[in-house]
């Protein structure tokens, strides 16, 4: 993978996408991002988890797509594949998700602006560098032969198995609350499918799926986001682990935290 792209303002911002990376891998062994169950009055103002989540995701969307359409290779097949593939995780990280949540009526707010400020910084990297490199083509990678390379179809098929496992997760988790009278419970020990290996299947899947877009895209902003994925949730998902473990005495003791069978 190449670092320099020859345009300042990318490889400026790509830097410092490299140096926030480092700032979330070490701030993961510190503290969990205050939200959800972990959510804590001490940070502040908290927000709606609906409207927290949209406004976290939608910089994704929308720096993305002003990017991409900047470019002169915007038409061009692979870009094309490539802006499909972004488009299908952020229509549901960004749009489905955020409005599919099933919030308990009257509890108080749990997304902490300050995770959402940092939650916007993230998505905007994000989009930029991406949007950009797949319009501008930078290292003149993407031609129509790059949907038959090799690193291309391994990491689609990767991704889409990452997808496919965090998108049935979060449904899973989701059906847990009535959706006629969400209020009947809070938490529930989810089963089926991912869950019976892991306490933590969407975040499995969230892991597995960068992985896979930073194969088949193989560029840096790839590891980026693949890097503070794996920084914000690996110490979440040992922390929600614990959790469950220690309200439900008969939480299925050979779950494992995250990865089948081994944490």
Known sequence: MNWYTGNAVYDTVLTVAFAFTAFVLIGGLITQSPYGRFASAKYGLSLNPKLGWWLMEIPATVVFAVAY????HRFEPASLVLAAIWVLHYGNRGWFFPLAIRQVPGKAASFSVMVLGMGMFVTTLHGYLNGMLFSHDYFGRYGSDWLTDPRFLLGA??????????????????????KADPGTTEYRIPYGLGFRYVTSPAYLGELIAWAGFTLLTWGLPGVVIFLITFGNLVP???ATHRWYREKFADYPAE?????????
């Open 69 to 72: 359409l900047s470019g002169p």
């Open 236 to 238: 979440r998902a040992l």
């Open 157 to 178: 098929a990767v991704y889409l198995c990452g997808f496919v496992l965090l998108v049935s997760s979060e449904r899973i988790v989701r059906n847990l609350r009535d």
């Open 255 to 263: 779950r494992k935290a995250l990865v089948p069978y081994v944490v």
